[in-house]
């Protein structure tokens, strides 16, 4: 079974801030989620990738499959950005397997 | 495109009662998942259907809990009795294609068990 890591668990910023959240997995993956859920429970798929990286907005994602590591970057963090961060890994045809989440508070 | 649809939103219940949950998925998604995510934890799976058909239950406390999609479009999660561990957020999330897909996530259900 494929075990998720995600670092580090809890974040603190100042607004502005350049924010890295990490992901390391130990088994080879077809596809990464990154997930934002924030304090009412509901959850916003952010990026699913698998390979390379993505962007939208502020954010961007990477993945380096050799290394099994996942990253997620916020640029000019704000405190809307306060969530905790998800990341869910996909192997072949099981179901997803969840990292802890990282909860990020982006002070103004 | 209308998101997951679930409710209640909360729900507050004292144990060995009853509790049930809804979930509509996004039209002509045909694979639903329930998870059940405790506080500090990531989500874990507890049912995925695939149409009216279930795929894996394998982490369904059989016991207690029970889940339903009769025709393969809405889905109810139901508890009986609850227990104090039961308190958690249950989410539904529903996808095009099996795991491979995008997942699209409701806003879950937050349940206390008291």
């Known amino acids: 079974k494929n075990e998720v890591e995600q670092s580090p668990q809890n974040l603190t910023a100042q607004e502005g801030e350049f924010i890295t959240i990490n992901c390391s997995y130990s088994?080879?993956?077809?596809?990464l989620h990154w997930l934002q859920q924030h304090p009412g429970g509901g959850i916003v798929s952010l990026f699913m990738?698998?390979?390379g990286k993505k962007k939208h907005g502020r954010l961007i994602a990477t993945i380096n499959i050799q290394e099994k590591h996942s990253s997620l970057h916020i640029t000019a963090s704000h405190p809307r950005d306060s969530a905790v961060y998800i990341c869910?890994?996909?192997?072949?045809?099981?179901?997803?397997?969840f990292g802890k989440g990282t909860r990020l508070s982006v002070i103004a | 495109e209308a998101g997951v649809a679930q409710s209640p939103r909360y729900k507050i219940i004292e144990k060995r009662q009853s509790v049930a949950f809804w979930c509509n998925p996004i039209?002509?998604?045909?694979?639903l998942y329930w998870y059940q995510q405790i506080l500090g934890q990531g989500p874990k799976l507890l049912i995925q259907?695939?149409?009216?058909?279930?795929?894996?239950d394998s982490q369904l406390p059989k016991d207690r809990f029970s889940a339903e999609r009769l025709k393969g479009v809405d889905s109810t999660l139901k508890i009986q009795p609850a227990k104090l561990e039961d308190s958690a957020v249950y989410l539904c999330?529903?996808?095009?294609?099996?795991?491979?897909?995008?997942?699209?996530f409701g806003s879950g259900t937050r349940l206390t068990v008291v």
């Open positions: 990738l698998s390979s």
């Open positions: 869910a890994v996909l192997s072949g045809n099981t179901p997803l397997v």
């Open positions: 259907f695939q149409n009216n058909g279930v795929v894996d």
């Open positions: 088994v080879g993956i077809s596809a």
């Open positions: 039209s002509g998604h045909a694979t």
């Open positions: 999330a529903s996808s095009l294609a099996g795991p491979t897909g995008g997942y699209t």
